[in-house]
């Protein structure tokens, strides 16, 4: 019999244990923040013209513009 295998210091608690329950909220799935794509609705911005997600193109006050010549810069 070896003498050593019963010396082992035994475990013990430093503080109380813990009560109630935890709902772990940082690992539920991300929802993104609410009316975060907006934007995507609002037209872009290329110099004087304004480029809508539906394809079409209006000037600054919202004019139709029929030509298909892109704007210098």
């Known amino acids: ?13 430093t503080s ?3 009560q109630g329950r935890y709902h772990c909220p940082e690992l539920r799935p991300f929802t993104g923040r609410p009316s975060a794509t907006q934007a995507t609705a609002l ?6 013209r ?3 997600p539906c394809g079409r193109v209006t000037d600054l006050a919202g004019l139709p513009i029929t030509t298909t010549q892109e704007p210098t810069p």
């Open 1 to 13: 019999m070896t003498p050593y295998l019963n010396q082992a210091p035994s475990a013990r608690a």
């Open 16 to 18: 109380t244990p813990m």
């Open 50 to 52: 304004l480029y809508h």
């Open 43 to 48: 037209p872009s911005r290329r110099g004087n």
